[in-house]
């Protein structure tokens, strides 16, 4: 069964970057048929698509994050990642990771919590 | 890009029936037919339980059904139950994912 796991820091200072990795298992992030996403949320807040790899290359991103995002796959370890750069107090939110089948998100991984604070 | 529009919260009686509408442009939600609707629980990770506007993911209770005029997109779930109650968040692609502020749903 398709599982995704966020890991990374949980405190980020601002200014700093955030990094994020995503591990898939029992499917592979190469596939084709797929885009891999992150999406996020504030506190109390409703759903940010920050962006999406597909085949590994083929990236996308929300236009009003796409200067400070990089998300990246490495296949050697079938997980991909997030970073965002001069994160501010307002980039805190609980980030998942989420396959694209389709035009939908239909696995979720179950989403970490980054702080951004001194 | 903001978001689409969904009430804040509603609520409705065990047995009941609901809808949710997710208001958005032409330009976006009006253009293709790709909603999706997303339930989540307090602390939990959003399930999809739509998607392409009405077609509904294997597992997910025929009670719930998806539907789109125009501009706006409606989810409805008829005999309401307590275990339905949660978030709920519409979704739409246009070459990008844009989401609706959620739509806190309270079974009284």
């Known amino acids: 069964q398709l599982q995704l796991q966020e890991s990374g820091p949980g405190l980020v200072k601002p200014s700093e970057t955030l990094s994020l990795t995503c591990d898939v298992s029992?499917?592979?992030?190469?596939?084709?048929?797929?885009?891999w996403g992150w999406i996020r949320q504030p506190p109390g807040q409703g759903l940010e698509w920050i962006g999406s790899?597909?085949?590994?290359?083929?990236?996308r991103y929300n236009p009003s994050l796409e200067s400070r995002v990089t998300i990246a796959a490495d296949t050697s370890k079938n997980q991909f990642s997030l970073k965002l750069t001069s994160v501010t107090a307002a980039d805190t939110a609980v980030y998942y990771c989420?396959?694209?089948?389709?035009?939908?998100?239909?696995?979720w991984g179950q989403g970490t919590m980054v702080t951004v604070s001194s | 890009q903001s978001s689409l529009t969904q009430p804040r919260s509603v609520s409705g009686s065990p047995g009941q029936s609901f809808t949710i509408s997710c208001t958005g442009t032409?330009?976006?939600?009006?253009?293709?037919?790709?909603v999706s609707w997303y339930q989540q629980y307090p602390g939990k990770a959003p399930k999809l339980i739509m998607y392409?506007?009405?077609k509904r993911p294997s597992g997910v209770p025929d009670r719930f059904s998806g539907s789109k005029s125009g501009n706006t997109a409606s989810l409805t779930i008829f005999g309401l139950r307590v275990e339905d109650e949660a978030e709920y968040f519409c979704?739409?692609?246009?070459?990008?994912?844009?989401f609706g502020g959620g739509t806190k749903l309270t079974v009284l």
């Open positions: 989420a396959r694209h089948k389709g035009r939908a998100l239909d696995v």
């Open positions: 029992d499917d592979s992030i190469s596939n084709s048929a797929y885009y």
């Open positions: 790899i597909s085949e590994s290359v083929n990236t």
């Open positions: 032409s330009s976006h939600l009006g253009f293709y037919n790709y």
């Open positions: 392409d506007v009405s």
């Open positions: 979704c739409s692609y246009a070459g990008s994912w844009l």
